[in-house]
């Protein structure tokens, strides 16, 4: 069997590196987007609704079974936020996109500011991963993924990226920048929804397990 061609609807070279670590079970090939695809509007209030759409816009334009995913950093005492805006929650409105590693560094120094002096600092990130076979496939797959802990008064560690150096693990009492990408890639919130993503692609799209998966 030929291994399955999906396209990854994220311009995140991050991302993309985890999710191709994350279902290397699977005999899959992941694309990644052409730069020439424009940017998807994410304008809803679910992580659901806007993967989805992210998803339905890089197989309109590809043509090809495309993966999404929308993820985000909920905090308790913030009501949620900054949520589904998480990764421009401190973007000025008609401000031109910055570079990922400086909105990173202003995201999280905003988040900061509004947890200064607030005791309570619990936290979870989700994601939500949406498998699409063509634009209009009335059947999505759609796998879900969180990972609970706590806000940081500070940001400790230089792995990983967005939030990462600010989220803390209570069992382990480090942030996840300062865990090694592969026992993050074991516990984050996309590892478990690519877990159950990879079990949904099996299951319903007949993606066969890799080789080297069959073999253990």
Known sequence: MHPADIVLATGNPGKRAEFQALLSGLQLELHPLDPSVPECPEPFGTFVENALAKARHASTHTGKPALADDSGLCVRALGGAPGVVSARYAAQQGQAPLPRAEQDARNNELLLQRLHGVGERRAHFVCVLVALRHAQ??????????????????????????????????????????????????ISHRARAAAQMAQLLEAFWGVAPSAQHQAI
């Not at 969180?146 to 990983?160: I, N, Q, S």
């Open 137 to 186: 496939d009335p059947e999505p797959l759609i796998a879900h993924g969180w990972l609970h802990g706590h806000v940081a008064a500070a940001v400790a560690g230089d792995g990983g990226f967005g939030y990462d150096p600010l989220f803390v693990l209570p069992q382990r009492g480090l942030t996840l920048a300062q865990l090694d990408p592969a026992e993050k890639n074991r």
